[in-house]
């Protein structure tokens, strides 16, 4: 065997290798393009269903009128990860569930029972980050607003009002402590 036909083969079996290894690349980028595409098509319709069910809860005449802006409100928040999704745009999975989630269209007795169960719960721990944090009194008021939120909270709804989702989000937030 000749130098040069030890070369055109040598030439010839890395020029294989190479043509194997640029199509399992290939073939690797194709799969991993198609993964995320069916995972934001599938969140895609996820949401479109979501945001239908919160306009037909919406629509219902039953609905109470406060429940009705938090369905309203959610299917905008659907609609808007939607059209990020289908625009390309980079959208946390949190924020797809979040969006994807829809209100009930009125609360039970039992429902609105243990919520103002878990916001006592939350006045609670609101109260001990009061006493734990006397030395910093920026902290302290944040744990007395939330204090005074929860309990606002509890008033209305022991009343027999309606609070939005927001709302409630909101009187159940307790501050980190450092």
């Given at each position: 065997?000749?130098?040069?036909?030890f070369?055109?083969?040598?030439?010839?079996?890395?020029?294989?290798?190479?043509?194997a290894?640029?199509?399992?690349?290939?073939?690797?980028?194709?799969?991993?393009?198609?993964?995320?595409?069916?995972?934001?098509e599938?969140?895609?319709?996820?949401?479109?269903?979501?945001?239908?069910?919160?306009?037909?809860?919406?629509?219902?005449?039953?609905?109470?009128?406060?429940?009705?802006?938090?369905?309203?409100?959610?299917?905008?928040?659907?609609?808007?990860?939607?059209?990020?999704?289908?625009?390309?745009?980079q959208?946390?999975?949190?924020?797809?569930?979040?969006?994807?989630?829809?209100p009930?269209?009125?609360?039970?007795?039992?429902?609105?029972?243990?919520?103002?169960?878990?916001?006592?719960?939350?006045?609670?721990l609101?109260?001990?980050?009061?006493?734990?944090?006397?030395?910093n009194?920026?902290l302290?008021?944040?744990?007395?607003?939330q204090?005074?939120r929860?309990?606002?909270?509890?008033?209305?709804?022991?009343?027999?009002?309606?609070?939005?989702?927001?709302?409630?989000?909101?009187?159940?937030?307790?501050?980190?402590?450092?």
């Amino acid at each position: 065997m000749t130098t040069k036909s030890f070369v055109r083969k040598c030439g010839l079996i890395a020029a294989v290798f190479g043509f194997a290894a640029a199509a399992l690349m290939l073939t690797a980028c194709a799969q991993t393009v198609r993964a995320p595409a069916t995972d934001q098509e599938s969140n895609v319709l996820t949401l479109n269903r979501a945001a239908q069910l919160d306009f037909q809860r919406a629509a219902q005449p039953t609905t109470d009128p406060v429940a009705r802006l938090d369905l309203y409100k959610q299917a905008a928040e659907a609609d808007t990860v939607m059209h990020e999704l289908e625009h390309g745009y980079q959208v946390s999975p949190q924020r797809i569930t979040e969006a994807a989630y829809v209100p009930p269209a009125t609360m039970t007795s039992a429902e609105r029972a243990n919520l103002i169960a878990r916001l006592e719960q939350v006045k609670v721990l609101d109260s001990h980050g009061m006493n734990d944090h006397n030395d910093n009194p920026i902290l302290t008021e944040d744990f007395i607003e939330q204090n005074r939120r929860a309990d606002r909270t509890i008033r209305i709804l022991r009343s027999g009002e309606d609070l939005t989702s927001e709302e409630i989000s909101e009187a159940l937030y307790v501050p980190e402590r450092p």
